[in-house]
């Protein structure tokens, strides 16, 4: 009898448990990123388990997992809730984010093909409403695109245009550059770019000027300029700093002018 309890049956019946509730953690948890499963929302095991397809003890073994991963708080012996999300849970998960991607981005945007690059373009275009199921539903087909912007390494590629990075997000490409101005004081340039010319610009390697070299040349088209001059003058002088064939990807040497007014202002 001893023999029959620990031999292969046992066996064959402990790996397929711990299949079933591996499975279970990672359709739950699945259920709870996209909060398909609300933020707050109370839940027993026997919901769990017909939404996901398993038994109670599989839903248990994986409870214990999403408890440890702090997607799921316990009320009671068999209620439990989805774990709320907080401005805290926001700001931490940009401070892991933050130190992470940048480099890994510089790194991957070297490696983009154009092919990728013009899909990856195509799906950023897909737009739905935020809270609105049948919108989420009809996008339902974009699913795969983060995950594919992400595992090819290229999701927030910061691209060098003129020495301004140029970063496209989900949503819509977008370009940022900072200096500072004689005086001291920070300019700032953002706007959208929606016309492909920063996919044309990266295809292409269509890229002059380094950061340093391009923050460097405006500044000394700025520095000593009077204060009274026009948007149209400061426009001029930073065209004239860089070289002929230097496109300003993006964005035009009159809304660095502009950024530079509101700076001086």
Not at 108 to 117: M, Q
Not at 153 to 166: K, Q, T
Not at 186 to 211: I, K, N, T
Request: charged share 25%.
């Amino acid at each position: 009898m001893d023999q029959l309890v620990n031999g292969p049956g046992r066996r064959s019946a402990s790996r397929e448990s711990g299949v079933l509730a591996e499975h279970a953690c990672h359709a739950i948890k699945r259920s709870i990123i996209p909060c398909e499963l609300e933020p707050g929302q109370q839940v027993t095991e026997e919901q769990l388990g017909t939404r996901v397809g398993v038994g109670r003890a599989a839903v248990r073994t994986a409870l214990k997992r999403l408890y440890q991963e702090r997607l799921i708080h316990g009320l009671s012996r068999n209620r439990h809730v989805i774990a709320p999300i907080t401005l805290k849970h926001v700001n931490e998960l940009f401070d892991v984010r933050l130190p992470l991607e940048p480099p890994a981005a510089r790194m991957a945007a070297a490696r983009i093909d154009a092919e990728l690059l013009r899909r990856l373009e195509e799906l950023c275009g897909t737009r739905y409403e935020i809270g609105n199921r049948e919108s989420a539903a009809e996008r339902s087909g974009v699913a795969p695109a983060g995950q594919v912007w992400h595992n090819s390494d290229v999701g927030r590629r910061p691209l060098r245009c003129s020495g301004f990075v140029c970063c496209a997000t989900t949503g819509s490409p977008a370009v940022h550059g900072e200096y500072k101005t004689p005086g001291g004081k920070l300019v700032v340039v953002d706007c959208e770019v929606r016309d492909g010319r920063v996919v044309d610009a990266q295809v292409s390697g269509d890229f002059f000027l380094e950061p340093a070299e391009a923050l460097t040349a405006i500044t000394a088209a700025i520095e000593g300029m009077p204060a009274d001059l026009d948007e149209e003058a400061i426009a001029a002088r930073v065209r004239a700093a860089l070289a002929p064939d230097v496109a300003m990807i993006g964005f035009s040497p009159e809304a660095v002018a502009r950024a530079v007014r509101r700076a001086l202002a």
